[in-house]
């Protein structure tokens, strides 16, 4: 009967304090969410656990005073109205009980990996999986979970849609994360991801190079086999395509400079014939003349950061490429943007950068002038 009436007594306290909590309680999918307060991280991640773990909850967020007067009231109640109090308890402790994340990207996998569902339910699953491989020891887990066999699969989905959604998921749970780039690297994604490449549809390509520059910054393996497979050819088709969306160019300059630092930092690697490749170099100078000035500033740093390499051939960049009529007719478009107030201390920015470019490239002309002598 005692232990009735601490059960009453709590279970008006769990009510009271989930109805005055501060800011609001959304509750969808079996899942409770409480906005505006500030939960321990044991609150959150599983819900309450067990009945006891509900009643600590309660005991711990309520106010003394709150439980002696709910005490009082429990007391006067029969044992029928406690036991009935107990069973409400019971269920609202199930409402409240939160997945875990572990849980909730498995079932999210086995909606992906079961094609006898409606492909809205594969959007869904793939969206929740996004959002979940943020997370870098659930990006992890997702392997235990066969997740990545079921994404890499995705790549050849049917649908753009889902190709697309699948390759973003892989750049996400890649970024920053040896771990996942080994893993994924040996699924064999990387030379699916470089076919998606040529897709016709934007999203996918964006989202494709995304994933490729995710897989393979700053990991060694990844770059080679990128090297292996091409990258450079893939990267200067790109470029040269001036009827493809902007961001792919951006994308791809993007990665063609940090390709470029990861060499520098391990330039006692073998070199690659990738940073000599005459199209692309000059696909890249070329890329100067636009008149978008984050462009610009990309091909500026990726051309820097080659141009810094002992290996680089700088007659290229000369004869080939004609950088220094480039970097010419660039200085005279920044001084046009310096104009405009409202672009004026960018393109400032990107006019340091080009005399950074530009004194490099002197300075290997020069060290060439001098061995040649």
């Known amino acids: 009967m005692g232990k009735l009436i601490l059960i009453a007594v709590l279970m008006m306290a769990v ?14 999918a079996g899942t409770a969410v409480l906005v505006g307060s500030n939960p321990n991280e044991e609150d959150i991640d599983g819900g309450f656990s067990s009945l006891d773990g509900m009643l600590q909850w309660a005991i711990g967020h309520s106010d003394p005073g709150v439980l002696k007067e709910r005490s009082e009231i429990a007391q006067r109640m029969s044992l029928e109205e406690l036991s009935n109090r107990q069973t409400e308890l019971k269920e609202l402790m199930e409402k409240l009980k939160m997945p875990s994340d572990a849980q909730l990207m498995l079932i999210a996998v086995n909606d992906l990996d079961n094609s006898s569902l409606p492909l809205e339910h594969h959007r869904r699953a793939l969206e929740e999986l996004l959002v979940l491989v943020e997370h870098i020891d659930n990006a992890i887990d997702l392997q235990k979970l066969g997740g990545f066999s079921v994404l890499i699969r995705k790549l050849d989905h049917s649908e753009p849609e889902i190709r697309t959604a699948a390759a973003w998921v892989l750049g996400k749970a890649s970024q920053n994360n040896p771990i996942v780039q080994k893993q994924v690297l040996e699924l064999g994604a990387l030379t699916m991801l470089m076919k998606m490449m040529k897709s016709h549809t934007t999203e996918e390509a964006v989202k494709a190079l995304f994933a490729i520059s995710a897989l393979i910054r700053n990991n060694l393996n990844g770059q080679n086999l990128f090297y292996q497979e091409a990258g450079d050819m893939m990267l200067q088709e790109v470029l040269s395509n001036s009827n493809l969306d902007i961001r792919l160019h951006k994308k791809s300059l993007f990665l063609i400079a940090d390709l470029a630092e990861s060499q520098l930092e391990n330039e006692n690697t073998v070199e690659v014939s990738f940073f000599s490749n005459q199209l692309l170099l000059k696909a890249m100078v070329d890329s100067m003349a636009s008149s ?66 530009e004194l490099t490239f002197l300075q290997k002309l020069d060290k060439v002038r001098k061995k040649s002598i």
Not at 309 to 324: I, P
């Open 292 to 357: 978008d000035l984050d462009l610009q500033e990309k091909a500026l740093y990726a051309i820097k950061n080659i141009l810094l390499l002992r290996s680089t051939k700088v007659l290229l960049f000369k004869d080939y490429c004609k950088l220094n009529e480039a970097l010419e007719i660039t200085r005279k478009q920044l001084q046009q943007f310096m104009v405009d107030d409202d672009l004026r201390e960018y393109a400032t920015d990107v006019e340091s950068l080009r005399k950074e470019v």
């Open 15 to 28: 009510i009271a304090n989930f109805a005055n909590i501060e800011g609001t309680t959304e509750v969808a």
